[in-house]
């Protein structure tokens, strides 16, 4: 069964046509992998999908209910988390709290109640923290949940805003380029927790350049060109597509990832 689907989108910026006339669909509980050399239109496709961006044309159903032209709020709140290519963390919080900010989608209480410190409140902020945990120890960062933010490396602040996403308890998660400027151990690190996340049963919409990493963890590649579907298939089958090596992959492919 499909969790989303893109019928005939479009994206326009003036006169340059950033995606154009592209449908697919994301088998729900897959992980499904958007390539494509650099404007291919990948990030534009991911604004339209979590509401950043309005489509100029066509339509997205996520879980059977129509989201394009949704505000990115409502979008989250309907399912759809995302991690970004330049990281979106809060430097001057710690781990802990950064995730905790995930799990506001999954709150009950209002502003009156905040600002007055109720009971009730304080039982929600203790399973906010609780959620927080949770998500940390999934990724792997129990350890760090105490430490301030800008005092981490790189890889581990990647892997914060997976938990941050994981802490709101998507249905879709959508990971964009999330080995980029991961050295070879962090990017195994970085295949195993997509494999987890999905065997969780979050479904993953990927878009990343380690071809090794999208032929690992994929069950279904789109290729994009110039905004343009070019093909769909297995892994297998997008690799050895000429189309595809010629426009993207360079004559062959090479596996960072063993």
């Not at 394009?68 to 989250?76: E, F, I, K, M």
């Amino acid at each position: 069964m499909a969790l989303l689907r893109v019928e005939g989108l479009e994206k326009a910026f003036g006169g340059v046509m950033a995606v154009a006339d592209l449908s697919f669909e994301v088998p729900e509980g897959s992980v499904y992998a958007v390539i494509g050399p650099n404007g291919a239109g990948k990030t534009t496709l991911f604004n339209m999908l979590s509401g950043v961006y309005t489509p100029t044309a066509g339509r997205i159903e996520f879980a059977g209910r129509r989201i394009d032209g949704l505000p990115p709020h409502r979008v989250a709140r309907l399912g759809i988390a995302r991690t970004f290519q330049n990281l979106q963390v809060f430097f001057n919080m710690t781990v802990l709290e950064n995730v905790m900010v995930g799990c506001h989608l999954r709150g009950r209480t209002g502003l009156v109640a905040a600002a007055l410190r109720l009971p009730r409140i304080l039982r929600e902020e203790r399973q906010m923290r609780a959620w927080a945990e949770e998500a940390l120890a999934f990724c792997g960062l129990e350890a760090y949940a105490g430490r301030e933010a800008a005092a981490l490396p790189y890889g581990i602040l990647k892997r914060l805003e997976i938990a941050r996403a994981l802490a709101a308890q998507p249905r879709m998660l959508l990971m964009d380029e999330p080995a980029a400027g991961l050295n070879d151990t962090e990017t195994l690190e970085m295949r195993g927790l997509i494999r987890r996340i999905c065997e969780r049963g979050v479904t993953v919409l990927l878009v990343e350049h380690n071809m090794g990493l999208v032929m690992e963890v994929s069950d279904t590649v789109l290729v994009l060109d110039y905004g343009r579907r070019l093909t769909e298939g297995s892994p297998e089958q997008v690799q050895n597509d000429p189309e595809v090596i010629a426009a993207y992959l360079g004559g062959e492919v090479e596996y960072a990832v063993s």
